[in-house]
């Protein structure tokens, strides 16, 4: 096998991966003496758009170090024992008992990078100096190296090279990446309860009297999405007298909707989030889709660019209040085909559809209880909706029974006897407790219990399946006792994250699903969620503070930051 498993060029970057073994083997090109030397104590990579906005990694066969800047300044760092965490799952940057190993791996790098910027260019010339030196090419190359290229042409300011033939072995592989080529796909949740119309003005914002008001109380408004404003500054609207302190879009205006909703999309897709999971019934079923069609129609009437690139699925939707029948089937999916058509409607595993079946043990329920000629057998359900998704000139769809909240591993059985493809859990909390008010498991430790569930129950389901990846689980907005309306002093969740831990945990899954190729064929992971702000907690920038009321990106970064930074894990390249 090639030292060389899975070469990750991506414009505009300087990276090379092998695993651990081979480290003390690899040699890197002298420029002064034009000549191949045994590569030493590290390797280094760079990627970025420029020498002031890269990440920046630093490895030696036992210690991983990483650094992401912004605006030439450190933003975050992470530093990893390869012998003790090879799936890079504890960050060690705090502690103390690892601050000897922190400086010296500083040293390493700024000593490496002090030298690179003084290496001699490959050709003479200040425009390719400079080209060379920031491992940017005057035109950017293909995020795999063509088999012609010569690794001379590309910009290896960095110390490292490895034999032509080990490169030219490896391009001809196929590697372990997903359609994206580079990573899996991330979709996120969504819930959409804040359009301004449906459970947006009594059961979340409480600005119209009734229901519960969860994000009612001052502590948090905080979690208010981006688009809200305190009602006290809102001086165009006539408020009515029991107006709440938090408004958004009342009286309902489409416009304002779409304005917000576009903008939720550009978040979204700079963030280089894939695709976003909308969920509720179809609007000829049940009360207009309980108004959680209405974001969704915003993202298929928008306008701008981003709007094309971000791609969703529409979950098919079990709820128990529905009593589907083979007929109610049918008109699902005569509301669903027409989404499944779009060019932006995602797709896995060589173009076929993802379709996502909230509930499907309700479902199969509902059908089989159903009477005569309307009665229908999980199987036979599963069966309809791939027959009417090829009947549109698409591929076989990917099916995939999602439970709500979680445990979905506990129906993989029945669903594979029903004929869906893989399983996944519409949250997937895993890691929390039931208790007081932040005294339940810690973020990072519910993260180490997330990759155990993986491993533990997952695994042993019997069918693929796609691994979740929750944002929060800090429900303490919705800890009422629903007859009283009076605060739980205890609720199941973790506790918030701190910086890093988020990073920390999207890339767990992900270095899982490289790991574990088959049992994750899809390559997607989901999140939990784009916009619970009173549930568990979304990725959505919330509302800053008045008066500027600059939203508050803080999680969306740090996801932002962890796809950009993600690679293929070695030991995964190795096994795979």
Request: proline share 7%; hydrophobic share 35%; charged share 25%.
């Amino acid at each position: 096998m090639s030292p060389l498993k899975r070469l990750n060029i991506q414009y505009p970057t300087r990276n090379f991966q092998c695993p651990r073994a081979e480290v003390a083997s690899l040699r890197c090109f002298d420029y002064a003496n034009n000549n191949l030397t045994p590569l030493g104590s590290a390797i280094f990579s760079e990627i970025g758009d420029s020498l002031e906005n890269q990440t920046v990694i630093t490895r030696t066969a036992n210690t991983k170090y990483v650094v992401y800047r912004q605006d030439a300044k450190v933003s975050y760092e992470q530093l990893f024992d390869l012998e003790k965490d090879p799936w890079e799952m504890k960050n060690q940057i705090g502690n103390p008992k690892y601050q000897q190993v922190l400086g010296a791996m500083r040293e390493k790098l700024d000593r490496w990078e002090k030298e690179t910027k003084t290496v001699p260019p490959l050709q003479a010339g200040a425009e390719e100096d400079q080209a060379a030196r920031s491992g940017c090419p005057e035109k950017p190359f293909n995020r795999t190296v063509p088999k012609e290229t010569s690794i001379m042409k590309l910009p290896l300011c960095f110390h490292t090279i490895i034999l032509l033939s080990a490169i030219t072995a490896f391009c001809s592989e196929e590697g372990i990446a997903s359609e994206t080529g580079t990573r899996p796909l991330l979709g996120v949740q969504r819930w959409d309860m804040y359009s301004g119309r449906g459970t947006t003005q009594q059961q979340e914002l409480g600005y119209l009297p009734g229901k519960q008001g969860f994000l009612k109380d001052p502590e948090w408004h905080g979690r208010a999405p981006f688009f809200c404003r305190l009602t006290a500054d809102v001086d165009w609207v006539a408020h009515p007298e029991q107006a709440g302190p938090l408004w958004f879009n009342h009286p309902f205006n489409q416009a304002l909707l779409q304005r917000s909703m576009d903008q939720e999309i550009r978040y979204a897709h700079s963030a280089g989030i894939d695709f976003f999971i909308y969920n509720g019934p179809t609007r000829t079923l049940f009360a207009n889709a309980w108004e959680l069609k209405n974001n969704l129609d915003c993202h298929m009437a928008s306008k701008i660019p981003e709007a094309q690139s971000m791609k969703f699925v529409w979950a098919l939707y079990g709820h128990s209040v529905i009593h589907y029948t083979r007929t109610k089937v049918a008109v699902m999916m005569d509301e669903t085909k027409a989404y499944v058509k779009m060019d932006n409607w995602q797709t896995v595993m060589d173009d076929r559809p993802l379709v996502i079946v909230l509930w499907p043990g309700q479902f199969r329920l509902d059908l089989e209880d159903a009477s005569g000629e309307e009665r229908m057998t999980g199987c036979e359900f599963v069966e309809y909706v791939r027959a009417r998704v090829k009947a549109e000139g698409l591929k076989n769809p990917y099916m995939v029974g999602a439970t709500v909240p979680a445990r979905s591993y506990e129906q993989a059985d029945s669903l594979k006897k029903d004929g869906y493809d893989a399983f996944m859990d519409y949250a997937g909390g895993y890691g929390g407790k039931a208790a007081e008010r932040d005294k339940a498991p810690t973020y990072a430790v519910a993260t180490a219990e997330l990759v155990n569930t993986y491993e533990s129950k997952f695994l042993k389901g019997g069918l693929p399946f796609i691994p979740p990846c929750t944002s929060m689980q800090y429900p303490w907005p919705r800890a009422l006792d629903h007859q009283t309306g009076k605060p739980k002093k205890t609720w199941y969740h973790y506790q918030w994250p701190k910086q890093g831990d988020l990073a920390d945990r999207v890339k767990a899954a992900f270095d899982f699903v490289a790991a574990h190729p088959k049992a994750c064929e899809a390559q997607v992971v989901t999140m939990y969620s784009w916009n619970e702000h009173s549930e568990g907690g979304g990725l959505c920038p919330t509302m800053g503070t008045p008066p500027e009321y600059k939203p508050v990106t803080q999680w969306l970064d740090e996801v932002a930051a962890a796809l950009a930074a993600w690679h293929y894990p070695m030991q995964a390249m190795q096994e795979n």
